[in-house]
């Protein structure tokens, strides 16, 4: 798979600096944020379609970042990995295609077969009940590694719990999630 993941890279138009700063400093950052979608969209459209899988591409602008969603073909699972580890890295070469393009850092999100908006609230439901457990004993918990996006996404669960807060520790790829009680 490494080898279709470098011909789709090599395939990905080449940035021209000059058009870059202009549409930076023309446009809004919505508009930015629509070019991200459209360059991200056309990069993961010749994946597929490298990789002859079905499936269809959404572009949205959500919280000001690009989202990017991939739908409806049966082999997408196999796109999303253990644990999303596909899907993070695909996310990241999208990203570096972005920005090979428009000469800025991207954002953008990456969801395929709905894996993301699924785990977003199986994590959601975690970081609440994490939460509610140490408003009612007073003791911390330390929860298991996650990725940067499963860390925010329990972070902004417990926030919505009066009495504790959350912060993380260790390095990455053994960064986690401590809830505690507000002292």
């Known amino acids: 798979m490494s080898e279709t993941l470098q011909a789709a890279d090599v395939d990905a138009p080449e940035a021209d600096s000059e058009g870059a700063a202009e549409t930076r400093s ?9 070019q991200e979608g459209d360059i991200a969209g056309d990069y993961l459209e010749r994946l597929l379609d490298l990789l002859d899988y079905d499936g269809d591409i959404d ?8 989202i990017v969603s991939i739908d409806g073909g049966e082999d997408l699972e196999k796109l999303v990995g253990p644990r999303g580890t596909v899907l993070e ?3 990241e070469l ?3 295609a972005v920005q090979q393009e428009t000469g800025v850092r991207s954002r953008l999100m990456l969801d395929i077969a709905g894996w993301r908006a699924g785990r977003r ?6 970081g609440r009940t994490t939460a509610e457990k140490v408003a009612a004993s007073g003791e911390k918990v330390r929860l ?3 990725t940067p996006f499963e860390r925010k996404v329990v972070h902004d669960a417990v926030a919505t719990v009066a009495g504790v807060h959350s912060e993380s520790e260790g390095e990455e ?3 986690r999630v401590v809830v505690l009680p507000k002292s």
């Open 26 to 34: 023309s446009g809004s950052a919505e508009d930015l944020l629509v």
């Open 59 to 66: 572009l949205d602008v959500e919280a000001g970042r690009a």
């Open 89 to 91: 890295s695909l996310q």
């Open 94 to 96: 999208t990203r570096l």
């Open 121 to 126: 609230a199986e994590l959601a439901e975690l």
């Open 144 to 146: 298991h590694p996650m």
């Open 173 to 175: 790829p053994q960064r």
